[in-house]
């Protein structure tokens, strides 16, 4: 993979950590760290609360980067969850997250093109044509007339944004096969 390409997909996977798990679950990610370790360990290394830990951790496994195993403690009796951070799976994970931001992207182009929307100058509500005849084109908050709404401008951003993340998961095809 060339270095720019790596930079990129680096830049992608921290975008995604972060959105999914936070501040925390980006530190715990960018740490590399290798085998099995429990989510106390890093508390007491880090100096992160447990709970900001558990629930990076969590959301890290919710997305498929992380997986963990539970061990009862001999001594205590307790269950201990010990964690692995699956960076093998990364770009997998971040293929699959792409796809369905494209996906759930192509559905909005769908709905905003198949719908005409009427939206109130005051920006209380967005609703569809047949909502505004109910309403008499009159805002159900404030009173205002309702506004016919032009999509175009925003379903030619939303195609844009398809057609990046189409040639970035074209790319990481490419530069990962």
């Known amino acids: 993979m060339k270095a720019e390409t790596t930079t990129g997909v680096e830049e992608l996977l921290n975008e995604l950590v972060g959105r999914a798990a936070g501040?925390?679950?980006?530190?715990?990610f960018s740490l590399g760290i290798e085998g099995e370790f429990t989510d106390d360990q890093l508390s007491l290394e880090l100096g992160i609360e447990i709970n900001e830990i558990r629930k990076?951790?969590?959301?890290?496994?919710?997305?498929g980067l992380a997986d963990y195993v539970r061990r009862r403690d001999d001594e205590t009796g307790?269950?201990?969850?010990y964690w692995r951070i699956n960076y093998d799976k990364a770009l997998d994970v971040l293929k699959r997250e792409l796809e369905k931001t494209a996906k759930k992207l192509r559905e909005k182009i769908e709905a905003e093109t198949s719908t005409i929307y009427y939206?109130?100058?005051?920006?209380?509500?967005?609703?569809?044509?047949n909502d505004a005849m109910e309403l008499?084109?009159?805002?159900?908050?404030?009173?205002?007339?309702l506004d016919y709404l032009d999509?175009?401008?925003?379903?030619?951003?939303?195609?844009?944004?398809?057609?990046?993340?189409?040639?970035i998961l074209e790319s990481l095809d490419k530069n990962s096969g």
């Not at 939206?119 to 044509?129: A, E, F, G, L, T």
């Open 136 to 145: 008499n084109f009159t805002c159900p908050r404030c009173g205002a007339m």
């Open 56 to 63: 990076a951790l969590f959301a890290l496994y919710e997305i």
């Open 151 to 167: 999509c175009s401008k925003a379903i030619e951003k939303i195609e844009e944004e398809v057609r990046r993340i189409e040639e």
């Open 119 to 129: 939206i109130c100058p005051n920006m209380c509500v967005k609703v569809s044509y």
């Open 78 to 81: 307790w269950m201990e969850y």
């Open 23 to 28: 501040e925390v679950g980006l530190i715990l």
